[in-house]
Every structure is written in structure tokens, then in C-alpha cells.
């Protein structure tokens, strides 16, 4: 059963050169938690002003973005225990869907 944490940034981090940086501005405008099993479950929508995630998994998992997002597996794959970060568009009502890989 793969637990995928979801934390949503309004801009990411800029080092000293004001380049931007893979990282969020802290606070995050969100956190969210959905478990996914054999089956795709989706997270609520994201913040409209969410332009980066970073999402953590417990276990290898498959996860989808999209307004009604279904995961499987030709979905992008997340390892065991890795944190992986992505952009989005703001205002885009996604959501993120999981299931185990």
C-alpha cells in the first residue's frame, strides 16, 4: 500500500544567483496524504496558486496528474522512499492520482 505525501509550493527556492533552485519556499501552501492500493485513488485539487509539488512515497508507487487523473501502470513511477519534485500550472484544478507500482 503506497502512502504518497503531497506538499504543494506557491514558487520555488532561489540560491544567491536568484537561480531557481528544485526546492520550495517554505511555508507550503498545502500538505496532503491519499494511500493508493491496487487500485488509483486521487488527491484532492491542488491550491490554484500550486506551481511545484514535491511528493514522498512509503512504497514504490505510479502516480498521474490531471483534472481527473487515473494511475497505472504506464504511469510515472516513484521509488521506494524517494522524493521526487514536479512544476505545474497554476489554476489548473489537477489533482495527483496513486496506486502501487
Known amino acids: 500500500m503506497a502512502v504518497l505525501n ?3 509550493f506557491a514558487e520555488q527556492g532561489k540560491d544567491v ?35 511545484f ?15 481527473a487523473p487515473i494511475a497505472d501502470g504506464s504511469s510515472t513511477r516513484i521509488a521506494l522512499e524517494s522524493s521526487e519534485s514536479f512544476s505545474v500550472r497554476p489554476n489548473q484544478s489537477l489533482k495527483i492520482a496513486v496506486k502501487d507500482a
Open 17 to 51: 544567483a536568484n537561480r531557481v533552485t528544485p526546492t520550495g519556499v517554505m511555508p507550503p501552501l498545502a500538505v496532503q496524504e491519499i494511500t493508493g492500493t491496487t487500485t488509483s485513488v486521487a488527491s484532492a485539487e491542488l491550491n490554484a496558486k500550486t506551481t
Open 6 to 8: 503531497i506538499t504543494e
Open 53 to 67: 509539488v514535491r511528493v514522498i512515497s512509503t512504497t514504490a508507487a505510479r502516480i498521474e496528474f490531471g483534472t
